[in-house]
């Protein structure tokens, strides 16, 4: 074996770069078939590390965002549930709303699809390696609350005020008493008309000062969620009932 291509394999591999080691010999047979100079070559090897960097890369950002599954817009069953126009859901993963410091809510019963909407719409942000993190709502309170006890409040609102977009799921589903509310109105305030939001809840926004047990707190909650938001109402039937109707609607029909 020629000593040269030795001593590029080992460097290759002492400096880590695997991807450009794995393809030398396939872009050394492209390069002296289609005539590519020197630095069209190294360009062609380089790539193949760049784009497993960004594989790396992706798949980190989207381990960090604590995702409760990985299920994504193309997972999800739009026929079943008509009343969540598509066409919308593929706009919010372009990640436009997000450039405009926008809001989403999510807002239906229980088991219609609304976390794995927020999470799929998540997913692509993170892919994209925008800086994402998810969370249930009644773990971020218990989280804030903990954190003012032990008197490090700021610190913790800040750490989930620096993400570019915060999923909190389930909002509404426990209630919140008034003084821990308005922790959670401080963190609201912090990313108001800086950072994006998609919450979801099975609560109308008229029930919001029971939720929080507080009007005033839960009128200045929603002022600053809804006023750069919008609103995907969803109606229709549970997803964990789904194989249930199905298998109930085959019953009747006789077959």
């Keep these: 074996m020629n ?9 290759l591999e ?12 396939e872009t050394v047979d492209f390069m002296m078939k289609n005539q590519l100079s ?3 070559t190294l360009i062609k090897l380089t790539d193949y590390e760049i784009d497993m960097k960004e594989i790396n890369m992706m798949k980190s950002m989207v381990k960090v965002a604590a995702f409760p599954h990985l299920k994504e817009v193309k997972d999800f069953d739009f026929d ?8 919308q859901i593929l706009d919010f993963t372009t990640l436009r709303f997000i450039e405009l410091q926008e809001n989403i809510v999510f807002l239906g019963p229980s088991g219609v699809g609304k976390t794995h909407l927020a ?8 892919k994209k390696r925008t800086s ?7 773990d971020l309170i218990l989280n804030l609350k903990k954190a003012n006890v032990e008197n490090r409040l700021e610190t913790r609102l800040k750490h989930y005020a620096k993400y570019k977009l915060l999923i909190i799921d389930e909002l509404g589903y426990l209630p919140i008493d008034a003084e821990d509310a308005k922790l959670f109105f401080q963190l609201i305030d912090m990313r108001y008309e800086k ?7 099975n609560v109308s926004f008229k029930l919001w000062g029971e939720v929080f047990q507080d009007t005033k707190i839960a009128n200045a909650i929603l002022d600053r969620i809804l006023h750069h938001a919008t609103v995907v109402s969803i109606a ?4 964990r009932l789904k194989n249930h109707l199905v298998k109930e609607n085959k019953e009747s029909n006789g077959q």
């Design 3 to 11: 000593s040269h291509y030795t001593k590029l394999m080992k460097n």
């Design 14 to 25: 002492y400096l880590k770069l695997n991807q450009m080691a794995l393809h030398l010999d």
């Design 195 to 201: 950072k994006s939001t998609i919450l979801t809840t």
């Design 119 to 126: 999470t799929a719409i998540g997913i692509a942000a993170a």
């Design 80 to 87: 079943f549930q008509p009343s969540v126009y598509k066409e």
């Design 132 to 138: 994402t993190y998810f969370i249930k709502c009644n």
């Design 236 to 239: 229709g039937d549970s997803y």
């Design 38 to 40: 020197f630095t069209e």
